[in-house]
């Protein structure tokens, strides 16, 4: 099918489409030029193997195969604006975020491709890995100095597999000084070692190089509707029920400005602030919000239209959620 075909179809119209149908391709679209971007940085580095790259249904490297797939949503602007409206944002939507993504997904390909994990020194500095996947959740150490930061979520704390590739995404972002950068952190010792680690492999083939059948990776034989359904679910099984007492503390007045419409009208606001100090994912905060709007309704809470403090007590409650979401994998506030 022609993108013309589709690109022009409402919401609902287009849901209904399986994705495999939409004849996406990388050749020809603005990835393109992001992705020799990513090999011409690895030839910088003296490296001879450029990973291939194929369209999937997220960001992944497959176990054992040394080839990158790129989320489908990201090769049209159609499909960048319906995963803006399905999940509020689009994973890669910016240059930026997208060779960030892109260079750690390249490590992994490289795991694979040297067989690396295997080196003694390697799990001297990674630790031991194992063909186990990364975690869905961990306890992170926001200020932790033993790890590179990268990609959201300080990733690099919760698998070696995944602590690799971020060390190995910062060692390959141009112009980045990572000595200076990271001067005094522990960290540095693990980016010394891949820079150490790289040079070796300079001008090197790859040792493995198993063949693989595309069609067993890209996952995109469903309708888009479907996909979004599961995409949803992922993210709304963490949302556990949060405290009324809470929200009766904080929604103390006895009449005035419901505290459902005062959260409406802020919404935008509270979910920019606390996404940009937390970074959580918009989708998982926006649930967040909307659970709490819907309580509040239920209880009939009400807040005082002229308290200056009262934005500030909100965020603060709102982010301590959020937070405590991020060390334990539920939104619930400890007393």
Known sequence: MEAADWA?????????????TLGLQLEGTTLEPLIKQLYDELSAKGQVFHPPCHIGDEWFVPVGIPAIFVPFFLVHDR??????????????GTKEWFMKLIRHEAAHAYNYAYQIPRKKRWRQ???????????DSYRPRPFS????????????????????????AVWLTPGLDWRTRYAGWKA???????DELMRSLAGQLPVQMPGYRLAEYNCLNIK????????RKLYADTYPDFYDTDLRQLFAAPAGLKAGSYLRLRRRRLLNAVCLWTNEKKYRVNELLTRLIERCDHLGLHVHDDDPQQDFRVS?????????????GKFKRTK
């Open 224 to 231: 888009l509707k479907t996909y979004y359904a599961r995409k």
């Open 188 to 194: 540095l010792q693990k980016l010394e070692y891949v």
């Open 145 to 168: 100095r033993s790890y590179v930061v990268n990609l959201d979520d300080w990733y690099a704390q919760s698998h070696p597999d995944e602590d690799f590739a971020e060390t190995f």
């Open 8 to 20: 022009s179809l409402s919401d609902e119209q287009l849901l209904e489409h399986r994705i495999s």
């Open 79 to 92: 499909l960048r604006a319906l995963e803006r409206t399905m999940m509020l944002e689009v994973e890669g």
């Open 316 to 328: 603060a409650f709102i982010t301590t959620l959020v937070m405590n979401y991020l060390f334990t």
């Open 125 to 135: 500095v990674f630790g031991r890995t194992s063909r186990a996947e990364t975690p």
